[in-house]
């Protein structure tokens, strides 16, 4: 199973991301899976970094964490139900309503499958069974709701 970071000040832990970013420049890690997993990891950590010490919002730090996290080591599944039972997503979920505006601007953005965290989280479902299976049209039903229910603009 895949550990979750935990939420931390970095400024407790000054030069990780500087040092994060000497290795992972110098690293001549082979080209691959692997290297794709440990290189996105890495930039997570020092985006992490950036925003927790410029006064990012550390809510919005969490939820990229656990979002990087989920899309760096989520097996490659059609399965929403295995989907979200990863550790990340669930560490989404237990976010509540602090990560509804997130999750929505991530459906605006790069649309993933977050939908199981929205109704989770809103107890709402605004996508009519028609729309079912297409990630485009669930998250455009998904923005409309966050729209109306004022979550977005």
Known sequence: MTAIAPLTDTRTRPGRSSRAREWLQESRIPQGEASRVIQLALSEIIRHDQLTI????????????????????????????????HPAYQGIIG???????????????RPDHWFWALRAITGCDPVPRSHWGS?????????????????IR
């Open 54 to 85: 410029s006064g990012q919002d550390p809510f919005r730090a969490r939820f990229l964490t656990l979002a990087a996290q989920w899309r760096a080591t989520a097996p490659p599944s059609s399965s929403a139900r295995e989907l979200a039972m």
């Open 95 to 109: 976010m509540g309503e602090r990560a509804v505006p997130f999750l929505l601007e991530e459906l605006q953005h």
């Open 135 to 151: 990630l485009a049209q669930m998250s455009h039903d998904w923005i409309m709701w966050g729209r109306r229910a004022g979550w």
